[in-house]
């Protein structure tokens, strides 16, 4: 069996030969190139969507306290409406500072379940 696969491969032109050693060896280094890129994507996609969520949190947070302090749930209700536009935040909740949820948002009723009524 051997034997024969040399014979077929010695049979062969430097062309053929040259051919079947440089496009595997092309395929493996694009492969390599393929992932290394993808992971990279991923890697600076994630980052950008954390980036993202802290500073909406940030954002949330800093315009929800003077509606915190005086019991507003209407404003913190309006601040966390704000979030619509991000596709990224399917819910978001605020709590008060004895623990108990004071106002949770919800991109559509299918996430209702996410959002802890006290948290642990």
Do not use: Q
């Not at 051997?2 to 053929?16: G, H, Q, V």
């Not at 306290?65 to 209407?74: E, G, Q, R, V, W």
């Amino acid at each position: 069996m051997i034997e024969t696969a040399k014979k077929l491969f010695n049979r062969l032109s430097i062309t053929i030969k040259i051919a079947l050693i440089v496009i595997p060896s092309g395929i493996i280094g694009l492969s390599i190139i393929f992932i290394a890129t993808i992971r990279n994507e991923w890697m600076v996609m994630k980052k950008n969507l954390e980036e993202n969520i802290s500073v909406h949190t940030m954002i949330i947070g800093s315009n929800s306290i003077p509606a915190l302090i005086f019991n507003d749930s209407k404003a913190v209700k309006e601040n966390l409406s704000s979030l619509f536009v991000s596709p990224n935040i399917v819910t978001a909740a605020l709590y008060d500072t004895s623990g108990k949820l004071f106002v949770s948002y919800f991109k559509n009723d299918s996430h209702k379940t996410l959002i802890l009524s006290d948290p642990p």
